[in-house]
């Protein structure tokens, strides 16, 4: 089966820096995907990570540790765009699983 | 412009009247999906299809159906609708064969169930 967990929601300002982590449990487990999602929206692609460590890109980067089951989202100097959810979805055989998402709001 | 295409965006409907919403994609890819998204249970698989003729259940499969007759069309069928397929609908595609790949998602079917 499938277990992934990510906090539900969380806050932070403009111009900051904001982690959000996730732990999963999946079977065949291929990969690990992030996908943006705005309100009413459909989710957008942001990484994926195959591999252990850090993958960059641009002001997002992301973060895997396939030993322990751990996955984290690093956006730097935030946007008020960036209020969204954030998706977490490891990659199983034939089988993309999602997260019920963490909700980031972004003040000024 | 490589897109998915859902039809239609909103829609209510009755118990009992069964309908279909279409979905096509014009980038090729092998593997298509229809998610359904209901607050506080995210974004979950209903069916999948890895090419032509080949479909298969996700997680909530219950009360669909699914045909893949073609390479870009993947329709999903509510036979007989009911209030708890009341969601947010959305069809995505990727190129990927034995992985799933980058998702391309549809801009999603809202649909009610009255």
């Known amino acids: 089966g499938q277990n992934i967990d990510q906090p539900t929601e969380m806050t932070a300002t403009e111009g900051a820096i904001v982690q959000i982590n996730c732990t999963y449990q999946?079977?065949?487990?291929?990969?690990l995907f992030w996908y943006q999602q705005h309100a009413g929206e459909a989710p957008t692609f942001l990484s994926y990570?195959?591999?252990?460590g850090l993958e960059e890109k641009g002001r997002f980067s992301s973060f895997l540790s396939r030993s322990k089951g751990y996955s984290y989202l690093l956006l730097k100097e935030l946007q008020m765009k960036d209020s969204a959810s954030y998706l977490c979805?490891?990659?199983?055989?034939?089988?993309?699983?999602f997260g019920t998402g963490t909700r980031l709001l972004v003040s000024p | 412009e490589a897109q998915v295409t859902q039809n239609p965006r909103y829609l209510i409907t009755v118990t009992g009247k069964k309908l279909t919403v279409t979905c096509s994609q014009n980038?090729?890819?092998?593997?298509m999906s229809w998610y359904r998204q209901d607050p506080g249970l995210g974004l979950r698989q209903i069916y999948y299809s890895m090419n032509v003729e080949v479909t298969d259940k996700g997680d909530v499969p219950e009360g669909y159906k699914v045909s893949r007759k073609e390479k870009r069309n993947f329709p999903l069928i509510l036979e007989s609708p009911s209030p708890n397929q009341t969601s947010l609908y959305f069809c995505?595609?990727?190129?990927?064969?034995?992985?799933?790949?980058?998702?391309?998602f549809g801009e999603g079917s809202r649909l009610t169930v009255l």
């Open positions: 990570n195959v591999l252990d």
């Open positions: 980038m090729n890819h092998e593997y």
């Open positions: 999946t079977s065949g487990f291929n990969g």
């Open positions: 979805a490891p990659e199983g055989f034939q089988k993309l699983v």
């Open positions: 995505a595609s990727s190129p990927g064969r034995l992985n799933t790949g980058e998702l391309f």
